[in-house]
């Protein structure tokens, strides 16, 4: 029913990943495997909803309390994640970063803590960085093709009298970790014990791969505590904005939208991503599903082939998001190094695992959100690139 393999081309729509590639590797002409966006035309029935919303021919304030997106989100919750929610809860914000910023702000002062697991999602450090509060890293542990997270130690961070948050990733970004439910159980735990609140971004909650189901925050949850996620990765559409979460605590949410509406002069949302949502939410399941089955392939063929040409590496796909974090180390083979060779060898462009902290280093992460046919020219030039510096 949908073809993911038809390549489609984003050159000059101002796109991130192929037109200011340069930005980040100093080189224009490199094939892209880099910000988690996909290469895919949006799903049909988004297409569809937003025609007939463009149709309409008026495009003013809006808001986003309404029945329709309300009920969308309660649907897709209820039916993806087996969770059920109160939509009095729910909160909206222009993206998720946005919504995490402004929590850290809201429950922590200059020179607080915000404890998070490492490697990190790069925008992470900049929320904390840019909010002047201290990131706390409790960096995550690979045994067994697994990565766990030593609960000792996260403890010992949150019980740090400047600990105020934890950010979670849930699923983790970059390593694709996906949480047990004993792992939240006793995160939540500690988190109540030593009075630290929890912002849990889900934005990959759609994208697992393992048996291991994606466990919303909200079915662990005490105290104080916040859920944020978006349509925007399942169904790439981070193009029109818009992300929505969960704020369980009154005075948390009103201080929360008080500030978005008083202080950003952010009460009108993008109406555009209002119905691309409702659409996704009511109308996407099937196209989501038949993308997912593409996803994992494409996954499967970088394992594959990665293993073939290096049998050291044994590398396994993540148990979810379609971003391929890579782990290298077996090879021996120098970052730098390596990162010249695919820009000025292979004209590919993947990202250095130092960008998502120091336990990235000698990682590479890939992105396999694209037609089969693009995702061989980068895994293909990945191979010639090591085999150029060992």
């Not at 990682?363 to 510096?389: D, H, M, Q, T, Y």
């Amino acid at each position: 029913m949908f073809d993911f393999s038809k390549v489609v081309d984003r050159h000059g729509t101002w796109c991130t990943q192929w037109d200011y590639v340069a930005d980040r590797f100093g080189t224009a002409d490199l094939l892209p495997f880099t910000i988690s966006d996909m290469d895919f035309a949006t799903a049909p029935c988004i297409l569809e909803a937003l025609n007939k919303r463009l149709a309409h021919g008026v495009l003013g304030y809006s808001r986003w309390k309404n029945d329709e997106f309300l009920g969308a989100v309660a649907h897709w919750l209820a039916q993806r994640h087996n969770t059920r929610i109160d939509t009095g809860s729910l909160v909206y914000g222009p993206s998720v970063i946005y919504m995490v910023s402004q929590l850290i702000r809201q429950w922590s002062a200059a020179g607080d803590g915000v404890v998070l697991h490492t490697p990190a999602y790069d925008a992470f450090y900049k929320a904390i960085d840019g909010n002047q509060r201290r990131a706390i890293p409790v960096a995550l542990e690979q045994r067994d093709g697994d990565w766990h997270c030593d609960m000792d130690k996260l403890e010992a961070a949150l019980a740090r009298p400047e600990s105020k948050i934890l950010l979670l990733c849930s699923p983790h970004n970059p390593t694709g970790k996906v949480w047990t439910r004993a792992e939240l159980d006793t995160m939540a735990a500690l988190c109540e014990r030593h009075g630290v609140r929890v912002i849990s971004d889900e934005i990959h909650m759609d994208m697992v791969w393992s048996e291991q189901a994606h466990i919303p925050w909200s079915n662990v949850a005490r105290g104080n505590w916040a859920l944020f996620t978006s349509a925007s990765k399942s169904f790439n559409i981070p193009a029109l904005t818009g992300a929505w979460g969960l704020i369980e605590d009154a005075d948390s949410r009103d201080a929360y939208l008080n500030a978005l509406k008083g202080r950003d002069g952010l009460s009108s949302p993008a109406v555009l991503a209002l119905t691309a949502h409702i659409a996704a939410y009511e109308q996407g399941a099937a196209w989501l599903d038949a993308l997912r089955e593409y996803l994992r392939e494409n996954l499967r063929y970088i394992a594959d082939s990665l293993n073939h040409a290096f049998p050291e590496l044994n590398w396994q796909i993540p148990q979810a998001t379609y971003l391929a974090w890579i782990d290298l180390r077996a090879l021996n083979i120098d970052d730098k190094a390596l990162q010249n060779a695919l820009i000025q060898q292979e004209k590919v462009a993947i990202m250095p695992g130092d960008t998502y902290g120091d336990e990235g280093r000698g990682f590479v992460r890939l992105n396999a959100g694209c037609p089969r046919s693009k995702l061989e020219k980068g895994v293909n030039g990945l191979i010639n690139a090591i085999r150029s510096v060992r």
